[in-house]
């Protein structure tokens, strides 16, 4: 990946294109020099900015993990029935890794070699039990059904959730609004889910 050359870099600006270098040749896969001819300047200016490679990876999934856990404080997430809190934190979950797409994308690729790469699954699981609960305290509501394990209910909306990253390409033109994306998302998970 090689972007046009640039005399002034921004910390963001810089994260944007680190990302990229990191999703497409993987974070163990990148190194310094990869980034710099990525950015059109060099590694010393890069430290300018950061002190590693690994300080651009936290920074990245932060952006990312951030945007998540701030929809669990929105009043959607927080006050109403289990059931409707759970379909607000789905339909944001999704807006969220659309929007930040990159981002989240880097955050699931994750693999725990690094401090900042077990940090983050850490994190990741922290948000993945937070959602649990609240499918838990739904189906005790009566509002799922009960034949579905709420363990592997879990699992299989996060999946769905998840696999976004790897087919969504807005840049193509065709694809579907996050909007959209989000009402297929529920729809078809919620349809599976609800007591009837």
């Known amino acids: 990946m090689t972007m046009a050359k640039r005399d002034t870099y921004t910390p963001e600006s810089l994260l944007a294109v680190a990302v990229a270098v990191f999703n497409e040749r993987g974070y163990d896969g990148t190194s310094m020099e990869h980034l710099s001819k990525a950015a059109g300047i060099s590694k010393s200016s890069i430290y300018h900015h950061v002190r590693s490679k690994e300080e651009l990876l936290r920074r990245a999934i932060s952006r990312a993990l951030d945007g998540l856990f701030a929809v669990l404080d929105e009043p959607g997430a927080t006050t109403g029935p289990a059931v409707e809190r759970l379909e607000h934190v789905t339909r944001r979950t999704v807006e969220v890794l659309i929007a930040e797409l990159p981002y989240v994308t880097l955050l699931l690729r994750v693999r725990g070699n690094t401090d900042t790469e077990r940090w983050a699954m850490e994190r990741r699981r922290e948000f993945d039990h937070r959602v649990a609960a609240l499918l838990k305290e739904a189906a005790a509501d009566g509002d799922l059904r009960a034949d579905v394990d709420v363990r592997l209910a879990t699992r299989l909306l996060f999946g769905m959730i998840n696999s976004v990253v790897e087919w969504y390409r807005p840049q193509r033109g065709n ?16 349809a599976g889910l609800r007591a009837h």
């Open 175 to 190: 694809a579907a609004t996050s909007e959209e994306v989000a009402d297929a998302v529920i729809n078809t998970a919620f």
